[in-house]
């Protein structure tokens, strides 16, 4: 049963750094799309980034939405079969429920998504507040 579980919530003060974990089940998360994304109360749920399944030669590479000013870093841990979301210089507007999300096709080629109407498994999300 394909499964994702993001982890790694928290409170933090302005300027300070959280990682979230996405852990995969059921499908082996380097070679699919993976898509982070963020929702604050009373807000749409906006991309924060993806990146893109491996291929034959090819590695992933992340793409981030505007909101992230390179603050933000996506990576794939090839040992736990996880995809994490490296977050500094965080800011209050930060402050939303986090979720990762995969379309789960396999060897999908170049590319990933930052329409989260492309995506179709999500986890259940894990909050981020950031506040003094």
């Known amino acids: 049963q394909v499964q994702l579980v993001e982890s790694g919530g928290g409170q933090v003060q302005p300027g300070g750094s959280l990682t979230l974990t996405c852990a995969g089940s059921g499908f082996h998360m380097p070679y699919y799309r993976i898509g982070w994304f963020r929702q604050a109360p009373g807000k749409e749920r906006e991309a924060v980034g993806c990146?893109?399944?491996?291929?034959?030669?090819?590695?992933?590479?992340?793409v981030y939405g505007d909101s992230t000013e390179s603050r933000f870093t996506i990576s794939k841990d090839y040992t736990d079969n996880t995809v994490r979301l490296q977050m500094n210089a965080l800011k209050p507007e930060d402050t939303a429920i986090y979720y990762c999300?995969?379309?789960?096709?396999?060897?999908?080629?170049?590319?990933?998504?930052?329409?989260?109407?492309?995506?179709?498994?999500w986890g259940q999300g894990t909050q981020v507040t950031v506040a003094s």
């Open positions: 990146i893109d399944g491996d291929g034959r030669s090819y590695r992933g590479v992340p």
């Open positions: 999300a995969t379309d789960l096709v396999l060897n999908a080629g170049p590319g990933c998504y930052l329409q989260r109407q492309k995506y179709d498994r």
